[in-house]
């Protein structure tokens, strides 16, 4: 009998290292604005436009994010969410680059109205990320930290 195929949403991690911080909002309120793909440019300054297929985003579903010097397609691949936090990951392919990625990001219940949002990168790809490719991928996680931050907090 044949090994059953991998599911889609199986990703590889690693001991790749989490930024966290403290938003001053709810755990689950900020995982609201992570999981609208849709509305992500409302808060990312850098992402010019999202363009998807169909409404919503799921598992599985895919969507074009277009930035000015490249696209990315996202896809999310897990949302496990229980009392003390949510587990959220989404691959990210970006064919310029010849990246293939996955974004992990926890949110972590600290009080009603406040949370630690954790965030890292793994590499998805069959080679090793340089630290050329690493570092600007980290600052772009820290940057979009920070906005989900200032976001979360004036919605507040």
């Known amino acids: 009998v044949p090994e059953p195929p991998e599911p889609q949403n199986y990703y590889r991690t690693d001991n790749s290292s989490f930024l966290e911080i403290s938003i001053e909002a709810g755990f689950h309120d900020v995982y609201t604005v992570i999981k609208d793909i849709p509305d992500r440019y409302k808060w990312i300054q850098e992402l010019k436009s999202v363009t998807q297929d169909s409404p919503g985003a799921y598992v599985g579903s895919t969507h074009l994010f277009s930035y000015d010097d490249y696209q990315a397609i996202i896809t999310p691949l897990r949302m496990n969410v229980a009392d003390d936090g949510i587990l959220y990951a989404e691959s990210c392919k970006i064919q310029e ?48 930290a920070q906005q989900l931050q200032d976001y979360c907090e004036k919605k507040e």
């Open 97 to 144: 680059q010849n990246l293939s990625l996955v974004y992990e990001f926890v949110f972590k219940n600290t009080g009603s109205q406040s949370c630690i949002f954790a965030a890292r990168i793994l590499n998805a790809g069959e080679s090793p990320l340089s630290e050329e490719v690493k570092l600007p991928l980290f600052q772009k996680l820290e940057n979009m």
